[in-house]
């Protein structure tokens, strides 16, 4: 590293201790704030216009060297324009051979220095979060709003929860020990040293709806381990990983460190490089979110630490509630909220035929309480305040799909039309609601991504809970929201829940949403179902990727 | 559990805290003595008594009901007659049903209750050792001395480290967290729970040859996680393991716990069940100790955690040294020790043709670095006060394999003909020495199980280093011992032999063995290469074992 008068570790070394702090008392911490208010005044213009500056242009920030060609097909489901932005695209031979190149820099920076960088380059994406929310808006789809949190603040929170417990995992035992075991009149004497091996370079093959939160936990905990990554993006959303790894190269250039010890590695759709790269026997460590199918074939890889977030199936489990008007407005948030895009989102709401009690003592019927969540999703869609929630569809694919599930079973709310209060050829989409019979088990037994939901008719909250279990347990699931008053039964239905790693959410109304995940607290994905293998961050997401090893010397 | 006046978590709470102290801190800790003299003065001979009651006998100490049939086929290395002791059998079906009962009654202990417990029936195992010390003796043909330690105190040591590294792991995240998340002027309140879910049960297959000492650590890593554990020792290596298991489950029951929480599951060499056990879905977590062909197939089970320790090459690397005889007189010690059948026990030999240079400037060339290793391991296995150490040969294959090995090079020496000094029947072997160039890679590039050693003549060090890493590399190795008196060209071997994760060992002479891993503070195995994907306790070796699950609730 250059010298400096004062180290980035210097710099940090307070930040990063409440982190480490944070990520074991599991508080509210967000060293991110997440309001755009929090930032200077001229911020939201000074982004609209840095993200402007890019379009219609090759993207000129990355410091890789001789790339092979320009590739870019990123486009606006708001203005569904293209962004016409070109990134260097590279050989995976020449991608692998400058990360074994750089591997070499990044193993010479102690474990502080390393810490102190990586906090430093969350402090200058810091500087660009209001222009990775443009830049987030029109290749994810995203509301503003939500841009700007997923993949600023909340995005550098997960972050800064890697590095911060990789930092705690990598100086858990001591560098040296003098060893010393009494024999009788003498005694042995051998000096250990204990290090932390990298496993090798990291693949981080990114989505198209998180583009920086989704891949940045795996790429920062890679990184703090010791192993240089090759980010490759989803060819739909690039440019805002693209900003957070075009400063990062910079500040690593500034220090003296091979800025190769993070690439991108931009692909097309027409030339995909996921495979390719990921059966590459340098490569060692794979995070991936995404596909189950996909995911199913990084995860059979022999030989390569997977981490993966695959597709599952979020239930709703609706016992009884003190007020169901409020359960109902809540949900319909939830399930609103980015068309359903969202890994955490609510698909299936279990509702005993029996009807629903409240605390009050009275009873909504199944029928009553299927019109609660209708009127509640149509409203907000048709609410000029609430719509841009909605965001739009990323994919028009996810259009498609959404059109098919409709023949799954009753039509209870068709997608209300609706047009985005700001761009007119915004691919916008409000959500629907099909009604079946807890036997009609082939209408929920898969992901729908996208805005539509499922009411599933079932004898009683046994069944309910019966279902659901299966579902997480065979299919996967990320959440499971469960409403009830009746404490012993809550408790019950949450074990019922957790004995297939579903975590649960009990009661939430108002702003509490089941699709928010905060770091430094709540663990995203358990990793113990077909969900994913992995979970935001948790020890183990630190520790496998890299090896313990202590040498000795007599 | 039951109510007693102080419950076992109160009684070893200090003992526990002391432990996972020294799992952090990697100094000297050692709470079970390896010294025979620390304990009772009539224990050899009370533990001798109890071996003998054994023989000729069911096994009846066990709590497991209903065996389908008595299964047993032990034969003492020493006297190469059956023991005669016959264990239940079960039906995999019958094992997986009443470890699936037993989950629930060991999920109502709390991790508190479970340290205790556990660490309880390492102090009942104690009272047992100088029994267990003959038993494995007579099953895996250890000397005495080795058998004691190794299955006596040794394997408690690293019981009590996976139970204390455990319990830190589990008392980690806070039990319960009252999150609060500021909105401006009002706050989100969130009740939020973690909780460490077990994945499910565990299978620990064991070896012949270390039938406590290699599978104690993954039993008690899974059963402290919340696991119950099936262990399925090798047919010819049970009585050891079996008496552990039955002062557990004595104690169990004694608590008012389902005893088959932890189950024995022997089998027969004619009817092998570890690939019924480790292929049933219910089989969540499998450690295994044994050939690399059959831990490759438990790596590649599908949607399992496994733990192996498989086959390694491990090299010696010879470069310069202090004074070679010293050097030599060490690793004639290592290579005889139990006959050259531990898995850390030195294999290769890389010597350079340009001979040995030695501190006070003297060059040793390279036939006298042969002629005084042969001439240390000749005399080790003819000196009648050494020759103990070599124990016996456990697996009759075992020599016709070393004799096989002869033909792949120039035979230096030739297995000197021993007897043993108090059993005339002993399968004894001294260990033979063959010599090959470095272009011979056949003859050493496998593992050569038992008391034979291979030298490599190499161009020079640097050819030395090349060959042992691309062994370690692509074979495997657990350790690697090096000789060199270059401060500057040791840590440079050191680094590329870490690079394929192999530890190194330098400049052991005197009373430090390689072959020795300490609990608390040597890592067993890394993990990193083929010998195996786990380790002798790192943190991962804990945590893989459960799943981190946040429950919340508005």
Redesign the interface.
């Known amino acids: 590293m250059s010298d400096t008068s004062k180290s980035l570790f210097q710099t940090h070394r307070e930040k990063l201790e409440q982190a480490v702090k944070a990520t ?5 911490y967000a060293p991110y704030p997440e309001h755009p208010k929090a930032y200077p005044p001229d911020s939201t213009k000074d982004g609209k216009a840095a993200f402007d500056k890019h379009l219609q242009k090759p993207f000129a920030e990355l410091l890789q060297q001789d790339p092979s060609a320009l590739t870019g097909e990123e486009e606006s489901p708001f203005t569904q324009e293209e962004l016409g932005i070109k990134y260097p695209r590279f050989e995976v031979e020449q991608l692998i051979n400058k990360a074994r190149q750089a591997a070499k820099s990044w193993s010479k920076v102690s474990t502080e220095d390393k810490a102190g960088l990586l906090i430093e380059s969350l402090e200058r994406m810091k500087k660009r979060f209001f222009e990775i929310a443009y830049a987030t808006q029109h290749t994810t789809g995203q509301s503003w709003i939500m841009s700007f949190q997923a993949s600023g603040p909340h995005a550098a929170d997960r972050a800064m929860e890697a590095i911060a417990l990789g930092y705690h ?1 990598l100086k ?3 560098d040296l ?7 009788g009149r ?1 005694e ?1 004497n ?1 000096q ?1 040293t ?2 932390a ?1 990298p ?1 090798g370079i990291a693949l981080c093959i990114g989505c198209s709806t998180f583009p920086t939160w989704n891949s940045m936990p795996g790429m920062y905990a890679s990184l703090i381990t010791g192993n240089p990554v090759i980010l490759k993006p989803h060819p739909r959303a690039i440019l805002p990983i693209a900003i957070v790894i075009a400063e990062l190269q910079k500040l690593l250039k500034e220090q003296g460190i091979d800025p190769n010890t993070i690439q991108l590695a931009p692909d097309s759709s027409a030339k995909l490089i996921a495979v390719e790269l990921a059966e590459h026997p340098d490569i060692k460590i794979i995070d991936y979110t995404g596909g189950s199918s996909f995911g199913e074939f990084i995860e ?1 890889l ?1 030989g390569k630490t997977a981490f993966t977030e695959k597709a599952g199936v979020n239930s709703v489990i609706i016992d009884s509630a003190a007020d169901l008007r409020l359960v109902m407005r809540n949900q319909a948030f939830c399930a609103s909220l980015y068309s359903g895009q969202m890994c955490t989102a609510p698909q299936n709401y279990f509702i005993p035929e029996t009807g629903i009690k409240q605390a009050d003592g009275s009873l909504v019927s199944y029928a009553d309480a299927v019109a609660l969540l209708k009127n509640e999703m149509a409203s907000l869609a048709l609410n000029p305040k609430m719509a841009g929630a909605l965001g739009t569809i990323q994919n028009p694919l996810t259009q498609h799909r959404v059109e098919q599930a409709k023949a799954l079973g009753t039509v209870v709310l068709d997608a209300p039309k609706i047009k985005h209060a700001q761009f007119e050829h915004a691919r916008v989409q409000a959500p629907s609601i099909i009604e079946v019979d807890a036997d009609q088990a082939d209408a929920y037994s898969q992901e729908l991504f996208g805005p539509v939901v499922v009411i599933i008719k079932t004898k009683n909250t046994e069944e309910s809970v019966q279902l659901a279990r299966k579902l997480a347990q065979e299919k996967g699931a990320i959440t499971c929201s469960l409403y009830c008053i009746d404490a012993k039964l809550a408790r019950q239905i ?1 074990d019922e829940m ?2 297939v ?1 579903a ?10 949403f089941v699709n928010q995940h ?1 770091a430094f ?3 995203h994905v ?3 179902n077909p969900a994913g293998n992995a ?1 935001f961050t ?3 997401y630190i ?2 990727r890299f ?8």
Chains 1, 2 share one sequence.
């Open positions: 074991h008392q599991r508080h509210f995992e858990r035992f001591p020990v003098d060893w010393a075991k009494p024999m003498t042995i051998i250990k204990y290090k091996i496993k059979s022999n949450t957790n004995k790693f975590p649960v959410s009990l009661n939430f109304t108002g702003f509490a905060a607290s709540d663990f358990t990793g113990g979970s948790n020890p183990e520790q496998k090896v313990w090893l202590g040498n000795r010397s007599a």
